[in-house]
């Protein structure tokens, strides 16, 4: 396994452990909160959180699925793109993602609500997989279907635009898992005008 998404599990993971030793602590200062929540709140918004939110985590079984997406994607495309390059992308993705969420949360209003979780770097990957190895065979487990890569990555995307658009699994951020895809597609059509500099 590539080093960066060595790097990236093994941070996730650590700092599941710290959320379950400190509690909620760690989410009122690192998870992403909405630009509208009251400054009586006990929470806010600040800059760091676009970033910091994607390694927090909301349960077991959340961690547990973007780290199983993390380690099936992560060490391939970071072949594909190296290790600092696949950084940049997971990071960008993760930073879309949240650019997304805070678009959505501020229209939407309500009361205030922290995002957590990797998931927009997640669907980042599965983007960059869909691109990189269009044709390469992935299986559904409900139901056990194969199908190409670039089929995958498009029925999930369209799945995710009716979820958000319907208000299906409330609690789930659709649209920061949209934003991640977006800002993936962007930087890498912006890389293939642009190769790496070689040293």
Known sequence: MPPVTQLLLAA????????????????????LWPLHTPANFGASFMPWQVL?????????????????????FGGQIEQVFGSRRFLTYFLGCIFAAA????????????????????????????????????????ML?????????????????LLEIVLGVTGTQSGVAHFAHLGGMLGGWLLIRQWRRRPPASH
């Open 12 to 31: 996730n993971v650590a700092v599941y452990i710290l959320q379950q030793m400190l509690g909620d602590i760690l989410i009122v200062w690192f998870g």
């Open 52 to 72: 910091s939110y994607g390694f927090l985590n909301g349960s077991l079984m959340h961690i547990g699925f973007n780290m199983l997406a993390l380690y099936m």
């Open 99 to 138: 650019l997304a969420q805070l678009a959505v949360t501020g229209i939407a209003g309500g009361d205030p609500y922290p995002t957590v979780g990797a998931s927009g770097g997640v669907f980042g990957l599965l983007l960059a997989y869909g691109l990189l190895f269009p044709h390469r065979k992935l």
């Open 141 to 157: 487990i409900f139901p056990p279907i194969p199908m190409p890569a670039w089929l995958f990555v498009t029925l999930y995307g």
